[in-house]
């Protein structure tokens, strides 16, 4: 398998946890946004979308983060990120959500960047409206994971989840931008439990090929 990634990429984040927690091992292709490369025919042959992650695999190119992980749950399913029954995987998938499709898009460096050039707002600008959709949503979502965490060490339940793999990569983001993590002690108690686990601890940014020395 090959994954067209970035070392910084919250979405590719994710894709690099499931991969790890599943065992896989998988060649890493930095894809660096900020020097365009993600622009390049090459790369729109691959993915389309022109967007990181997009993983290679079994002769085919996926990508969204999310339908690579569920993919890649229905091909491996030892371990599995998502419970057994409706109800379990239907509340995971919430939360999943809740960052994947709430927060994040809000948050991705495209937007950030927009915000910058074409609307003109200063840095202090960007941080703020970083900051306030990082509120609105761990807001919700910190209650959510009381209800369903056992022991404040996952999202739900008491193994990893598709909402664990979701949720490492968006607290890293929130103390990059510094955004005031104090409100949500169940949040940041889970991630800081999984960021001790083995495949997370691999998937971090700073271990990519690609970071920066």
Same mark, same amino acid.
């Given at each position: 398998m090959?994954?067209?990634t970035?070392f910084? /990429? @919250?979405a590719?984040?994710r894709?690099?946890?499931?991969?790890?927690l599943?065992?896989?091992?998988?060649e /890493?292709v930095?894809? =660096?946004?900020?020097?365009g *490369?993600?622009r390049?025919a090459e790369y729109?042959a691959i993915?389309?979308?022109?967007?990181?992650?997009?993983?290679?695999a079994?002769?085919t190119v996926?990508?969204q @983060?999310? =339908?690579?992980?569920?993919?890649?749950? *229905?091909?491996?399913?030892d371990? #599995?990120?998502l419970? #057994?029954?409706p109800?379990g995987?239907a509340?995971v998938?919430?939360?999943a959500?809740a960052?994947a499709c709430?927060?994040? #898009?809000l948050?991705n460096?495209?937007?950030?960047?927009?915000?910058r050039?074409r609307l003109?707002?200063? *840095?202090a600008?960007v941080?703020a409206?970083?900051r306030h959709?990082?509120?609105e949503?761990?807001?919700g979502l910190?209650?959510?994971?009381?209800e369903?965490s056992?022991g404040?060490?996952?999202c739900?339940?008491? &193994?990893v989840s598709? =909402?664990?793999?979701?949720l490492?990569?968006?607290?890293?983001?929130a103390r990059r931008?510094?955004? &005031?993590l104090?409100?949500y002690?169940?949040?940041?108690?889970i991630s800081?439990?999984l960021e001790s686990?083995?495949?997370?601890?691999?998937a971090?940014? *700073? =271990?990519?090929?690609?970071? #920066?020395?």
């Amino acid at each position: 398998m090959k994954l067209y990634t970035l070392f910084r /990429s @919250s979405a590719a984040y994710r894709v690099r946890i499931a991969l790890n927690l599943k065992g896989l091992s998988y060649e /890493s292709v930095g894809v =660096a946004l900020a020097k365009g *490369e993600h622009r390049t025919a090459e790369y729109a042959a691959i993915n389309p979308q022109q967007l990181i992650p997009a993983l290679v695999a079994d002769g085919t190119v996926l990508n969204q @983060s999310l =339908a690579i992980i569920e993919y890649l749950d *229905e091909i491996y399913p030892d371990r #599995p990120l998502l419970p #057994p029954d409706p109800l379990g995987r239907a509340r995971v998938r919430s939360m999943a959500l809740a960052i994947a499709c709430d927060i994040h #898009p809000l948050n991705n460096l495209r937007v950030l960047n927009y915000l910058r050039t074409r609307l003109r707002q200063h *840095e202090a600008g960007v941080n703020a409206w970083y900051r306030h959709w990082i509120a609105e949503g761990f807001a919700g979502l910190e209650k959510q994971v009381r209800e369903y965490s056992i022991g404040q060490r996952y999202c739900y339940g008491d &193994d990893v989840s598709l =909402a664990d793999i979701c949720l490492v990569p968006q607290i890293y983001n929130a103390r990059r931008f510094e955004c &005031d993590l104090g409100p949500y002690p169940t949040l940041v108690a889970i991630s800081t439990h999984l960021e001790s686990l083995a495949p997370f601890a691999a998937a971090r940014p *700073e =271990a990519q090929p690609d970071a #920066p020395a």
